[in-house]
Each structure stands twice: as structure tokens, then as C-alpha cells.
């Protein structure tokens, strides 16, 4: 499958975002906190405007711009306080194009491991061509000190291999695919390719199927990063 068109089509809400709203509801406190009336955002990966419908809910006055390859893009409610700027493009695509604005704030959630595969190489220099982009991307579009936020999955840090395995069958069956422990971000993979510590880490099991009676290793991260200069 061509991982770019990977969620061409699909009921996003649906099919996953009703499964990691814990993911969602983490990443709701950190803009609660953190975006402003008048702030631009760039969400990128945001799937059917998942950062913009968030922002709205919270009632900020604010502009978010959607880089966003799939189809899902366009899946949009009508927004109250937020102005929506779908630009239906991959963030390679984006290295090359103008922004409308000058973005305070990125915001990456669960897209940094799927903007990673589209390298098409192993889960390393994946993660390094991601990075490499994203530097990129800081510095042609961010404004100076500006804002970084990450939602990422990862497992559990004490979690077994077999405790992997077990997690991976399940979320195979929820979502039709799964990631080994080496796509997925780490904190300290962001905070050394950003330069910098986040000022704000926060986690919380993810639990993608509560009917389900085997406990969830998955988890949901959210972090900030302020101040950021491209290194
Ligand atoms: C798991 S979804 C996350 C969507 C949304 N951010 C959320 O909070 O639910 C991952 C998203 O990353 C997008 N994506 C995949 N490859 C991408 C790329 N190269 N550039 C930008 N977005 C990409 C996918 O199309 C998908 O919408």
C-alpha cells in the first residue's frame, strides 16, 4: 500500500479517532494551555482537521493550517472560532511550497510515525530523513521561539516483548495495522532532534479497545516545546 494514500478515503472519525481519544483529550489540555486567541498554527498530518476541531471546541480564535496528503483533509465541520486552511499536501511537498502564514505553533498528532514511514527505508534513517524535514520546515516557516506540539503513541516503557506482541495482534485487529517498538517516537528522539528539553511531557494509557480484557501497554504522549530555532 502506498503509505502516503494510506488513509485516502477512510472514516477517520470513525475508524480511529473514536479509538485514541485519550490521545485527543491530552493533546486538548496542552492547546488549552498553550495556543491563544489570534496564534497560527500549522497541524501537521491532521487527518479531517483533527487539530482545528480541537482548537474550536476550546473556543480559540485562531488560524490552523492543515498539511495533510489524504482525502480525509476536506472531512471538516462546520468551525465556530477557527478559520481552516486545508493544504492537501505532504510535508516533502510542503518543504517547497509558501505558507500562508507564519505558523506560532506545529502540531504533530499521531502522524510523526506515519510522516516517518513514507521514507521508505529502515525505522532509523526514517526517523533521520523525518527529522532532517522537519528542521526543514522549522526554519523556512516557524516564527522565531516558536511553539512545538507533539502528540505521539509509544509502548509502555517496561513493557515486554510479549506484551508488544499481544498489543500489536489487538491494535491489528482494531485498526488493520500495527507498529513495532522502533517506529514509534521516543521523547528523547524529539528532544535531541529539537536541541532542547520539552517544558511539558505528559502521558496516559491508551486504551484502543475497552471491551477488550487484556491491559493496554500502549501509550499516549503529549509535549511542548517552546522557544524552538532549527539546529
Ligand atoms: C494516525 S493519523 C493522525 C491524524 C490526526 N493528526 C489525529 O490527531 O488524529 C496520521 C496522519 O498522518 C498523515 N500523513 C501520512 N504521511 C504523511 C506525510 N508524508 N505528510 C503529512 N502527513 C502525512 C496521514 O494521512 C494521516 O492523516
Known sequence: MDKISKFDGIDYIKSYASKISTMHELIKTLLQDHVCDGDIIID????????????????????????EPSTTIYDVPR??????????????????????????CLLMVSSA???ALCNNAQASENKRIFFQDLNIFIKKNLKPNGTIIIGFPNYYKGATQSEIDRQRKLTESVFGHSHPSNEFFLLEEFSVALGMQPVVHIQSPMNIAP?????TVLMANGAVFNNIEAV
Open 44 to 67: 501537521i498530518g491532521g487527518g479531517p482537521g483533527m487539530g482545528a476541531r480541537i482548537i474550536d471546541d476550546l473556543g480559540k480564535k485562531a488560524v490552523v493550517i492543515n498539511i
Open 79 to 104: 468551525l465556530s472560532t477557527v478559520e481552516y486552511i486545508p493544504l492537501r499536501m505532504s510535508i516533502k511537498e510542503a518543504l517547497d511550497a509558501q505558507m500562508p502564514y507564519t505558523p506560532d
Open 113 to 115: 510515525h506515519e510522516i
Open 211 to 215: 471491551s477488550s480484557s487484556q491491559k
